[in-house]
């Protein structure tokens, strides 16, 4: 079972930036995919941004061009970087992690969320 702890979140002026983390721990083969999800409030939760273990990534339409994800495999880690916020940013962001089970099976885990308020 892996586990991921987000961290990072917070208050944030409109134009401001967020640098969200996640670290993830546990007895996994291998973690390929992470991924970060937001869920605004009353909303269903949405993709944000993905990043394959090589390194490709792809965005939701609406962060495009302000959000960038990276990953240090060594650490076992994701970042989100959050540039020109917006209001409609405000959410509980998420991360999500696919990995290969000890039992070679592909798995996959949450975090916990980490709040993300951007004020106008």
């Known amino acids: 079972q892996v586990q991921l702890v987000e961290s990072g979140g917070g208050l944030v002026q409109a134009g401001g930036s967020l640098k969200l983390s996640c670290a993830a721990s546990?007895?996994?083969?291998?973690?390929?995919?992470m991924a970060w999800y937001r869920q605004p409030p009353g909303k269903q939760r949405e993709l944000v941004a993905h990043i394959t273990s090589g390194g490709s990534t792809n965005y939701g339409d609406s962060v495009k061009g302000r959000f960038s994800i990276s990953r240090d495999n060594a650490k076992n880690t994701v970042y989100l970087q959050m540039n020109s916020l917006k209001p409609e940013d405000t959410a509980v962001y998420y991360c999500?992690?696919?990995?290969?089970?000890?039992?070679?099976?592909?798995?996959?885990?949450w975090g916990q969320g980490t709040q993300v308020t951007v004020s106008s």
């Open positions: 999500n992690a696919a990995y290969l089970n000890t039992g070679w099976r592909i798995s996959s885990s």
């Open positions: 546990g007895s996994a083969l291998s973690i390929n995919a």
